[in-house]
């Protein structure tokens, strides 16, 4: 839910000049919203685009704040409906009107779901005796908007809770992105377009101690392949093992010559760009 909002733009609600409590709130009821409505305008339905916090009723018509009275709106249709009543504004859509009418007052079903599990949960951590402490994506955007840092997973990380210190030092900090790459899959052997095996069975997941993925450092002494490498190693049954490594794949290197550096636990690390290096006029 939290990565599709960059593409949507929203406005209105809670501006720079009011209190931090009041900004957030306006961030939580904009998340809300933005679920709410499927993040597209309540009256024409347009999506990706700026989409701004629209009154059902007019507050100079007596309309309130309440979320039963907020949807969504494009500049054009916001501009088109002004202070009107909706049942003016939609007199040649009935059902459009009906449509508005009844998802303002519907409460997010699948939100309250998410809510009741998330503090049962809560509860049961407690009992841990713990430190603990909740956050929303409206707090994270809020946190991380503050501080004027980008939208990456990692910088979110830090922005979640309510305990995120006002001055973040994140200058030089290179992050480790993890990604989750599973154990590979239970497939005996290939099989073709209609379903027969068309190879031989897959071999040993283990040969010497090895399994494919693991990283390992070979220091090859003899032939014609003498030399250090690090990497991936992909193990066959003959002991001749391939090891990708940084600058290319090598090929045939026997298992004597290897020591494992990290066992394959389905994931991968990489590196990812250190953050002044990316945002060099945002470093703090
Ligand atoms: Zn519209």
Redesign the pocket.
């Known amino acids: 839910m939290k990565g599709q909002l960059s593409s949507t733009v929203l406005r209105g609600l809670g501006g720079s000049n009011t209190s931090p409590a009041t900004r957030l709130q306006g961030y939580e009821i904009r998340q809300y919203l933005l679920d709410k409505w499927d993040r597209a ?1 309540s ?4 999506k990706e685009v700026a989409l701004r916090v629209e009154h059902i009723q007019a507050r100079t018509n007596g309309g309130t704040d309440q979320v039963s009275n907020l949807c969504l ?2 500049d ?2 916001n501009k088109a409906k002004g202070t009107q009543d909706i049942r003016v504004f939609l007199t040649d859509k009935p059902d459009l009107l009906a449509r508005v009418l009844a998802q303002a007052k519907a409460p997010l079903k699948d939100a309250t779901a998410v809510n009741t599990t998330r503090w049962a949960l809560y509860e049961r951590l407690l009992t841990l005796g713990v430190p603990i402490e909740c956050g929303s994506g409206g707090l994270t955007k809020f946190n991380r908007t503050g501080r004027a840092l980008p939208k990456e997973h990692w910088l979110d990380a830090v922005c979640v809770g309510k305990s995120t210190p006002e001055q973040l030092k994140i200058s030089g900090i290179t992050p480790l992105l993890i990604r989750a790459t599973g154990h590979g899959n239970r497939q005996k052997c290939n099989v073709n377009k209609i379903g027969f095996p068309c190879s031989k069975p897959k071999g040993a997941k283990k040969v010497k101690g090895f399994q494919t993925g693991d990283i390992v450092r070979a220091c090859v002494t003899t032939g014609s392949k003498q030399g250090i490498y690090v990497g991936r190693v992909l193990v066959r049954t003959s002991d001749s093992f391939d090891i990708r490594t940084r600058a290319g794949r090598v090929q045939g290197i026997n298992h004597r010559f290897c020591t494992p550096v990290h066992r394959c636990d389905g994931y991968s690390y990489q590196n990812g760009v250190p953050y002044a290096q990316k945002n060099p006029t945002q470093a703090t």
């Open positions: 305008c009256y024409c339905g347009s709106a494009c054009a249709c």
